[in-house]
């Protein structure tokens, strides 16, 4: 787990670098209501531990990218990289094609990775197989997408397959 959480309300990151939980920003939004709102900022450490080193690469480096609070403890190394390529090849989605430079989120994000993000990020790999974002679940966004074209259900795969290579 990349991620503990000691008695004293602190995070040890994978560098083993520790971070008291009192110099961690948070957000919090007030309502007219006597207790706010409960957001995911706002949720204990433990579970926070519990939820992001099931987050595939691209929600995790979405999350990572949204505070102070989850850029300091989401996990964007190696190995949530490698996991979701070899998830990938598994299900058998697309995969970069040629060598990936892992050495940063900058540099793992260009070329055929950008692509392969951008192309999940519009569910436009859902298919006939389900949501390939929500894995276990109906596209209910490329359903969308296939009615607002005419195109009648169960005919994604090959819509995404010509419409995406221009």
Do not use: N
């Amino acid at each position: 787990m990349p991620l503990h959480q000691t008695p004293s309300f602190e995070y040890i990151l994978p560098d083993l670098t520790t971070i008291p939980l009192t110099t961690l920003p948070t957000h919090h939004h007030h309502q007219h209501q006597s207790s706010p709102a409960p957001t995911l900022t706002t949720l204990p450490p433990e579970l926070h531990a519990l939820i992001i080193p099931h987050l595939p690469y691209p929600d995790a480096l979405a999350l990572k990218h949204t505070c102070h609070l989850f850029y300091h403890i989401v996990d964007t190394s190696i190995r949530p990289k490698v996991a979701w390529l070899v998830d990938r090849h598994t299900r058998g989605l697309p995969c970069p094609q040629k060598k990936c430079i892992m050495k940063t989120d900058a540099l793992f994000c260009r070329g055929e990775v950008k692509v392969l993000m951008e192309r999940r990020r519009r569910h436009q790999e859902c298919g006939t197989r389900g949501c390939e974002v929500v894995v276990g679940r109906g596209c209910d966004v490329s359903e969308r997408k296939a009615r607002r074209m005419g195109m009648p259900r169960g005919r994604f795969e090959s819509l995404w397959s010509t419409s995406s290579s221009g």
